[in-house]
């Protein structure tokens, strides 16, 4: 069959070259994809992006499956409009990526439903938001309500730091639109869990984990997203019971309920305090971004197989096979980043694939024959070890001999599991 995979970034290049592996496959096409999907000879760039293109080109091609990569297409209402031209597609209507397009929305449902997260408010009002902070001190968390790109979300360790975010996020054109949820801070340590779900039966996937800081010790802004390794040990038996029973099951039932079943993958990050309680810190509708990296790359099961299942509302409960090894993946992001990147700089230094290694693209283009960065996080450099230790020493080696101009990455992802061993 021919797949379509709609984006551009590390999570599509991961997902068009799982899928590309499965033997159902004939052809994968990724929209509009990036510099590493252009140099696979197994995957075909395509330059388009609007809604109506692209399912205009899926009847024309009869493309068997499209798997939509990031949130603004979902929450732009693409799975529904392909569903009403009679298209196969993996992923959640526009009313149900509501889970993640409004955290206001997210916070109002898992209230409903009895999931347990942190305590919040919403606002639209400066003034009564500031009035919040200082009733309730710090630390304390404000986030954008609508889609941030991953970065809507401040963590404030002091007053100040809530008072000069409510500010920033309620600033007109901010991104994440003019809405504001604040809630408690919940100590513990994070991680990524995510399902498969076609409406009714869920599949999860392996535990991971990631790392949002920008510099090494988990210290500076948050990214989308600087690194991450699978499985996540804190996740352990009971915890990965609890989220199940907790959260998971909950979620999928709740959404069925109101009206509007939620299929694709569920993305759920938790915080895991210290008797092993979780959390839920937010829903995503989609695989993480490094988390799928990760993921996919210990992922044994056949993807196309699985997806084309779930979009027809027939997943059922497959056992799915992992590879026994740790994956680790180091994001290389461009000078400036998180606040402004910068592009253009060419990228030497790539290393041959590996069944252990593997280069995901995120923000990198190619011109006549020329790679070069074009966005802010540019590469994920994901391998696999026997241990968390070997898997990044394996992935570091890899990064240093990439190279591009101002070139940033964390030499320590994966410590919180390398430092339980």
């Known amino acids: 069959m021919k797949v379509l995979v709609v984006g551009g970034g590390g999570r599509e290049h991961a997902l068009a070259w799982r899928l590309a592996q499965s033997a159902r496959v004939q052809a994968v096409y990724v929209a509009p994809g ?19 293109a692209l399912a205009d080109f899926a009847a024309a091609e009869k493309i068997a499956l499209t798997v939509v990569g990031p949130e603004a297409p979902l929450a732009a209402g693409i799975v529904d409009r392909f569903r009403a031209r009679g298209l196969r597609i993996f992923g959640p209507t526009r009313a149900a990526a509501r889970l993640e397009s ?11 439903h009895g999931i347990p997260t942190a305590l919040y408010a919403s606002f639209d009002d400066a003034a009564a938001a500031h009035a919040h902070v200082e009733r309730h001190g710090a630390p304390i968390v404000v986030k954008a309500d609508g889609l941030a790109a991953g970065k809507g979300v401040v963590v404030a360790a002091t007053p100040a730091e809530a008072h000069a975010a409510i500010d920033e996020l309620l600033a007109p054109g901010a991104p994440g ?26 599949v999860p996937l392996a535990s991971s984990q990631d790392h949002k800081r ?12 600087m690194g991450a390794y699978s499985p996540a040990p804190v996740v352990t038996p009971n915890v990965h019971a609890r989220v199940m029973q907790e959260i998971i099951r909950p979620a999928i039932d709740g959404m069925a309920r109101e009206g509007t079943p939620f299929t694709g993958f569920l993305y759920a990050g938790l915080m895991i305090d210290a008797q092993g309680r979780p959390r839920t810190v937010e829903f995503n509708c989609r695989l993480g971004d490094p988390e799928a990296q990760v993921l996919l790359m210990r992922l044994k099961s056949d993807l196309a197989e699985l997806l084309a299942g779930a979009a027809d509302g027939a997943l059922g409960e497959p056992e799915l096979q992992w590879d026994r090894r740790i994956a680790l993946g180091v994001v290389m992001a461009a000078a400036g980043y998180p606040a402004a990147a910068r592009s253009g700089d060419p990228i030497t230094g790539l290393p041959a694939a ?8 995120a923000g990198s283009a190619l011109h006549d024959g020329v790679l070069h ?5 540019v590469l994920c450099v994901t391998a696999l070890g026997d241990s ?15 190279r591009f101009e101002g070139a940033q990455w964390r030499n320590d992802i994966g410590q919180r599991a390398i430092g339980r061993h």
């Open 34 to 52: 990036n510099g590493g999907t252009a140099l696979d000879p197994a995957l075909r760039n395509l330059p388009l992006t609007g809604i109506e």
């Open 102 to 112: 409004s955290k206001a929305f997210a916070k109002e449902f898992m209230q409903r």
């Open 177 to 202: 639109g003019a809405r504001i949820v604040v809630e408690e801070f919940m100590a513990g340590e994070e991680a990524s869990f995510i399902v498969l779900s076609d409406g009714r039966d869920v």
């Open 214 to 225: 920008i510099f090494e010790g988990d210290r500076g802004p948050n990214t989308g997203g």
């Open 354 to 361: 590996a069944e252990d290694l593997q280069v995901f693209h």
């Open 373 to 377: 960065t074009s966005g802010g996080r």
């Open 388 to 402: 968390a230790r070997i898997a990044q020493g394996r992935a570091l080696a890899a990064v240093r001999g990439i």
